[in-house]
């Protein structure tokens, strides 16, 4: 017979909301991350106190969704549209969606002592895009710290400039809302020609540039250079997004110089030039600033920044776009191929054969995901082709920089891109673990031949 008696046990209730979540893939909570920071940020725009004008749900939830995913597009004008109070709602979103949300929620959590058990620490590594699950927590802080440390520096510097033009409080808002937005690669801005009216301004160019190329490279790198301080010791990764920065931005100043010659920079003093071609070579690598007028450059400069916007910056950084490590791989896996060697070497170390994979895995995904939305929109909108694809690869890689085409969109367009900013802000690869969950096969075939090429 069964036993009716009560238990001499306490009773407990069942955690079914926690199994729930922890049964998720990480995939799946870092989607419902991002949609909850979207909904709470379209629910505080949508409040009178954050608009001088009405705004509409469609408005608010692109505003946000710009805002969590740090790209920057915009269908109103974020300085004349949005109160104290939104700018700041907006400055907050940029915030916790460029160091991402998975970021704080390891600091939290182990600050009010719950346990990072093996599952909670393979979510915490997916959205941290870390390998090292022992380092989770150190990591988490780290980048907190670094990044209100670079921060604090760079408003401080803005304020002081800005005080005697601006007023002391004035400049101070500024400075948090443009440094906040340029060190996370978000390319909001308060004047409706983004950075146009600073184009000569050394300081404001500067300071703007280098927290995006800071906050561009990756918290491991900073932490490298920070801590390891000595090049020879330097991870290989840290080495190979430094080296190519240095070099992908040198080359795209000086390109941009020789297109833009005789066209955009032709009436501006020597200074000034420089300073223009220099910042708009750097700011695709997804900052979405512009001190120059997008719909005024020559096709082949839109070329070349539809480029630099796709190979974006350094993994575990406020950066999109393909990263850099990724390009860098699918680069020396060609020439491995073209010599035909079977194993891939970059610096006397051998590249992972699955390493390998992923990068052409997600260059093949961009492809793909770049080419059913340019479709999409050239179906939908009755726009220039050409603008069609420098926003659409934009809003993949998170980037910002825009021609014109956002605010002119209709409601399909607007839902298109909007996806376009979540997926390129949580990454393609993790998108579709939502659909195909990665499962290993131990089963091997015999060999077969297939043509290639």
């Not at 090292?132 to 780290?142: H, Q, R």
Request: glycine letters at 8%.
């Amino acid at each position: 017979m069964k036993n009716w008696l009560p238990s001499n046990r306490p009773y407990s209730r069942p955690k079914v909301l926690h199994n729930e979540m922890t049964s998720l893939s990480p995939a799946s909570l870092l989607i419902i991350g991002f949609g909850i920071m979207i909904a709470v940020g379209t629910c505080l725009l949508l409040l009178p106190m954050a608009n001088n004008y009405p705004i509409s749900f469609s408005e608010a939830l692109f505003s946000a969704t710009s805002a969590v995913t740090v790209t920057g597009l915009i269908v109103v004008d974020t300085g004349s549209q949005f109160s104290d109070f939104g700018q700041w709602v907006i400055a907050a979103l940029i915030q916790f969606g460029g160091l991402g949300f998975m970021t704080f929620a390891v600091v939290i959590l182990k600050g009010i002592g719950i346990k990072l058990d093996l599952k909670k620490r393979l979510i915490m590594r997916e959205g941290l895009a870390q390998t090292n699950l022992g380092s989770l927590v150190d990591t988490a802080k780290a980048v907190i710290i670094f990044a209100l440390t670079i921060e604090a520096m760079a408003i401080v510097v803005l304020t002081c400039h800005w005080q005697s033009s601006l007023g002391w409080e004035r400049a101070l808002h500024n400075a948090i809302f443009y440094t906040v937005s340029a060190f996370n690669n978000a390319g909001f801005a308060l004047q409706s020609d983004s950075l146009t009216g600073y184009r000569d301004d050394w300081v404001v160019n500067g300071v703007i540039s280098g927290l995006f190329i800071v906050g561009g490279l990756g918290f491991l790198v900073l932490i490298d250079v920070i801590k390891v301080r000595k090049w020879q010791k330097f991870s290989l990764n840290s080495k190979v997004v430094i080296v190519a920065t240095c070099v992908i931005n040198v080359i795209a100043m000086c390109m941009f110089l020789l297109l833009e010659w005789r066209n955009t920079l032709a009436a501006m003093p020597l200074g000034e030039q420089l300073q223009a071609a220099w910042f708009q070579a750097v700011t695709p690598r997804t900052a979405g600033f512009n001190t120059l007028d997008m719909a005024a450059l020559n096709d082949s400069t839109t070329l070349l920044m539809m480029l630099l916007m796709l190979i974006g910056g350094g993994s575990m950084s406020t950066a999109s776009g393909l990263k850099i490590g990724t390009v860098v791989i699918m680069i020396v896996a060609t020439y491995a191929s073209l010599r035909q060697r079977s194993y891939v070497n970059l610096v006397r170390r051998e590249i992972a054969n699955d390493l390998v994979y992923r990068a052409f895995s997600l260059f093949f995904i961009y492809f793909i995901a770049v080419f059913v939305a340019v479709f999409a929109l050239a179906v939908s909108e009755q726009k220039s082709l050409l603008d069609i694809v420098f926003e659409v690869v934009s809003a993949v890689s998170t980037v910002g920089l825009s021609r014109g085409l956002t605010g002119e969109l209709s409601a399909f367009g607007e839902g298109v891109i909007i996806v376009l900013m979540i997926v390129g802000r949580i990454g393609p690869l993790t998108f579709l673990y939502l659909l195909a969950k990665p499962k290993v096969k131990y089963a091997r075939y015999a060999p077969a031949s297939l043509q290639v090429g």
